[in-house]
């Protein structure tokens, strides 16, 4: 077990000097990795960046404040056509992000606003009515999209005078934003705002009789995790270049959740577990079936089968973590390290 000696050293980012050699040593990896990988690897990687950053801002809401939503990919949408429309009207590219962000934060604000009087499967229905809300807006408001399934071109990201056109390039751009994200959220939760968000989660009277204000730090959690919903969509709008809504439909949503539940609630290393393993699952299971498929059925027969295989584990691999451990991988890579630490002499 860690003993912490200090509150600075309890809210440290890394706190020993082997965590930090080894966290090191990873972004190094990272970083190296365009230079040996092949340009399939960076694209995969790249959408697992773009999809971490979203499953961080959601576990914020749904794992340390304990706030169930089903609008995240509506939140996508917003920053994702706020940003384009921006841009198109000629506003720098770090104002348009900040701005299109604002705008989901906002947005997410006032779908916050039931859960000041609703909780559990009620606060998700309504977060579920705004999805749709949102859906139908975009679709039908031609202002925004220009007319249903409509979509609007965004040109390449240019940072320094350089456009950034090549999977290498967009691979460091969106390495940037993850690192940025993953180390302001550590930060966050390890702050009073975060620290209220937990006692919220863990018994909101408690925390409103020692001094909470449940109203304001609800909201908050809304507003912050809409604002990283915000931000990814406007990655993806980049990474795609193109902003259309059948990106952000409500299967988006339910994703983003399953991967909280796999890679651990309230952990912001499980989001990124979550979001690399979800990201990575159709082609892992693609490529298996491609290659040993064809012994038990026929070719045809596992074209269709690949699809429905998806879904089917999909949904078993929720049903598992939430019986066998509902921390998900973010617990198991803790039990890990503990028995590595003690190894050879666990006991």
Known sequence: MDLVESYREGIRFVRKPLQRALLGALLLALLALPLWG????????????????????????????????????????????????????????????????????????????????????????????????????????????????????????????????????????????????????????????????????????????????????????????????????VLYTYFLGIANYEQFQLGVSVDYLAMIIIGGLGSVQGSIFGAFFITLLPIVIRRTMEAFGGVFFEPQTVLNLIPNLRVMLFGGLIIFFLIVEPNGLARLWQITKEKLRLWPFPH
Do not use: C
């Open 38 to 233: 092949p340009a399939s690897w960076l694209n995969r990687a790249s959408l697992v960046w773009l999809t971490a950053i979203g499953v961080v801002g959601q576990n914020l809401l749904i794992g340390y404040a304990g706030l169930i939503s089903f609008g995240q990919a509506g939140f996508l949408a917003i920053g994702a056509y706020a940003f384009a429309h921006l841009r198109i009207a000629g506003l720098p590219f770090l104002l348009a992000l900040a701005a299109a962000g604002g705008a989901a934060g906002v947005a997410g604000w006032l779908v916050g606003f039931p859960s000041l009087r609703l909780k559990g499967p009620y606060l998700a229905i309504a977060t579920l009515a705004g999805q749709f809300i949102i859906e139908w807006i975009i679709n039908h408001v031609t202002f925004i999209s220009g007319g249903v399934q409509a979509s609007i071109e965004v040109a390449r990201p240019r940072l320094f005078g350089m456009v950034l056109d090549s999977q290498r390039d967009m691979y460091y751009f969106l390495l940037f934003f993850v690192v940025l994200a993953t180390i302001g959220t550590m930060n966050l939760v390890r702050s009073r705002v975060g620290r209220a968000f937990i006692a919220i989660r863990d018994q909101d009277i408690a925390a409103e009789i020692i001094g909470i204000n449940i109203f304001r730090y609800k909201l908050l959690a809304f507003a912050i995790s809409s604002f990283y919903a915000g931000a990814t969509g």
